[in-house]
């Protein structure tokens, strides 16, 4: 095995110069491979070196190109029945961001630091967040071409775009989750036609989709509880929940309970039996629900921002301040709820998701009284 420098010159009386990587391959096959930089030679190298010794090597010529093994990842996806919305949301990064760049190249030929290369062409291009998602589809498809035998193994496994969680502010009450006040205010302004929404919304912690797609049968006004077992997606479709622990119980309150027991009355009828449908008995739009319910309400509670606009754009503030209501303290109006039953109340899949985005909001344990019992406990005494 060997990698040399090729010179040679154009009909034109051009010089041009590559990096051949010469090698026998596991069958004694004579093989070459051409690489523009000398680093992307040297390390397609030592990762032929590693697969021929292990049997498992695909030469440049018989590998599938990036696109290729896209397209048989997606299709792949589509057969194990994920959402229309995250399908195509998985296949707009290999149009937008993942074939342009490595499309045409083929997967024995990828080296990690062509695939660090790319990782920082996504940074200058793309928001932190949205280099992050592609970057890790890139490694799904590399990970099913592993599975199907297509190439010996993912480059880009060590390739990472950390979160950056630290330049991201901590959800704030009054600025990202609405205070107790303006939950009652923006409930009493609503119309009696979004009320209910608003209401679920805010005391079950509902997402937009689930409560688009909450049927009659899993809410037990008897019993007190709403059942989440479906939501509806931007497609209009109706399937199952998010994760597994997106199918969960929550308790009602009994506000929220003759709430919907006086909606019951007055909801339009739907073949669906859908709890929050349109008037004419479809599954409602998520921006209809914005644009009708959410704003209009906030307009006449003036809830607003310092230029009059509607200061909570989206249904998740009314999430977030399910979260902070299950957190804080019953002497503060809360319901002082342990971590784990939060998690299950929001159907977060882990517990590190329900941490991560409201821990800072649990009440501390350690404040100066406390300390102060604690040392006066051990017999210390302040000087």
Aim: aromatic share 6%.
């Amino acid at each position: 095995m060997s990698v040399r420098r090729r010179v040679w010159k154009t009909k034109s009386g051009e010089s041009r110069a590559a990096w051949v990587v010469a090698y026998a391959d596991q069958a004694g096959t004579q093989r070459i491979a051409t690489f523009a930089k000398k680093r992307d030679a040297e390390a397609y190298e030592a990762q032929v070196q590693t697969e021929v010794r292990a049997g498992v090597h695909t030469a440049v010529g018989a590998s599938i190109t990036v696109t290729e093994a896209a397209e048989g990842w997606l299709r792949r996806v589509e057969l194990e029945g994920r959402e229309r919305i995250t399908v195509n949301t998985y296949r707009g990064h290999v149009v937008l961001h993942i074939a342009p760049r490595l499309g045409h190249e083929r997967l024995a030929r990828l080296t990690a630091p062509r695939i660090e290369a790319f990782r920082d062409d996504l940074l200058r291009a793309l928001s932190r967040p949205m280099a992050r998602k592609v970057l890790i589809t890139l490694k799904a498809i590399l990970r099913d071409a592993m599975r199907r035998g297509t190439v010996a193994q993912n480059v880009a496994t060590s390739v990472r775009i950390d979160s950056n969680k630290r330049h991201q502010p901590k959800l704030e009450v009054g600025r990202d989750i609405p205070t107790p006040d303006e939950i009652r205010r923006i409930v009493q302004a609503a119309t009696d036609r979004w009320r209910p929404l608003l209401v679920v919304a805010a005391f079950t912690g509902l997402r937009a989709s689930e409560l688009r797609g909450l049927h009659w049968d899993d809410v037990n006004l008897k019993r007190g509880e709403l059942r989440v077992r479906q939501r509806a997606d931007c497609y209009l479709a109706i399937g199952k929940p998010k994760s597994r622990a997106g199918e969960r119980t929550i308790p009602l309150g009994p506000f929220v309970i003759n709430t919907l027991r006086a909606w019951k009355l007055a909801c339009p009828r739907s073949e669906r039996e859908l709890v929050f449908p349109t008037n004419s008995g479809r599954i409602s739009h998520h921006k209809s629900i914005i644009r009708s319910a959410l704003i209009p309400a906030q307009l006449a509670a003036s809830v607003v921002t310092v230029n009059g606009r509607a200061k909570y754009p989206g249904l998740h503030a009314l999430r977030h301040f399910y979260a902070s209501w299950c957190i804080n303290r019953k002497v503060d109006g809360g319901l002082e709820l342990p971590a784990k039953v939060v998690q299950a109340r929001l159907g977060h899949s882990s517990i590190v998701m329900t941490l991560d985005t409201y821990g800072h909001l649990f009440p501390r344990g350690d404040d100066g009284a406390e300390l102060a019992a604690a040392e006066r406990a051990l017999g210390l005494q302040a000087t």
